[in-house]
């Protein structure tokens, strides 16, 4: 049997992070590595090591643990940013680059990174212009492949964290999501679970490349996540 696939997870406390976290119970084929501010409860039966470290230090922890796949879900709200640009902008995209470089830098080879529906240099929504700006310069940092995941809204539970325009939006995501047809697809709701499912399976690739994936493509790509082996 081959040695499971090390690999590196920022940005583990969030919706989709927690969700990859889970995806780990019982899996042999990867090892998970996370790197956190701060200290957070794993699930029962997770096989993974948390390094609680600054984001100045998660270099050290790349060179020490030398992981082969980055998984970035990193991102904060624009509230916990205190409605300020300069604060969003210096998580979703600064910490995000920092981050790649920095694993990029102690031989990480490839990367999948969350990032939304209508990210653009040319979107109108202040959101939507860091990730475009985020996925613009990740392409420039030089991994041997990069996968940047576009969901549309997530459904999942996200613990204490009230978004009350979310919980709406989820609530009525049935009876929307049928609206949307075309070009709208990528806007349509998806489980923060598929997403993940998706991310692990994108990071277990080895073909080279830069490739976007839209709500159709991360269920393709969560269909394809090699089911779990026992031991």
């Known amino acids: 049997m081959s040695d499971p696939l090390r690999i590196a997870l920022v940005g583990a406390s969030g919706l989709v992070g927690r969700a990859i976290i889970g995806l780990s119970v019982g899996r042999e084929d990867f090892r998970l590595t996370g790197l956190?501010?701060?200290?957070?409860?794993?699930p029962q039966g997770a096989r993974m090591e948390v390094f609680v470290a600054e984001p100045a230090r998660w270099g050290e922890?790349?060179?020490?643990?030398?992981?082969?796949?980055?998984?970035c879900a990193l991102g904060t709200t624009w509230r916990k940013a205190g409605e300020d640009e300069a604060a969003f902008r210096a998580v979703d995209r600064d910490l995000v680059l920092e981050t790649a470089r920095a694993a990029k830098a102690h031989g990480v080879e490839r990367m999948v990174a969350i990032s939304s529906a209508g990210a653009s240099l040319a979107a109108r929504t202040f959101y939507l212009r860091v990730k475009?700006?985020?996925?613009?310069?990740?392409?420039?940092?030089?991994?041997?492949?990069?996968?940047?995941?576009?969901?549309?809204?997530?459904?999942?539970?996200?613990?204490?964290?009230?978004?009350?325009?979310?919980?709406?939006?989820?609530?009525?995501s049935p009876v929307t999501d049928l609206l949307l047809h075309g070009s709208w697809?990528?806007?349509?709701?998806?489980?923060?679970?598929?997403?993940?499912?998706?991310?692990?399976s994108l990071a277990m690739r080895r073909a080279g490349g830069r490739f976007h994936h839209d709500n159709d493509g991360i269920r393709r790509a969560a269909r394809e996540l090699p089911q779990p082996v026992e031991a």
């Open 36 to 42: 956190a501010r701060r200290e957070m409860p794993l």
């Open 132 to 172: 475009g700006e985020m996925e613009r310069d990740l392409a420039k940092i030089g991994f041997k492949r990069l996968d940047v995941l576009r969901p549309g809204l997530l459904r999942g539970v996200r613990g204490g964290e009230r978004r009350p325009a979310e919980r709406i939006g989820i609530a009525v």
């Open 185 to 200: 697809r990528r806007y349509r709701s998806i489980p923060a679970r598929t997403v993940a499912e998706a991310a692990l």
């Open 61 to 71: 922890v790349f060179e020490a643990t030398r992981p082969t796949a980055l998984i």
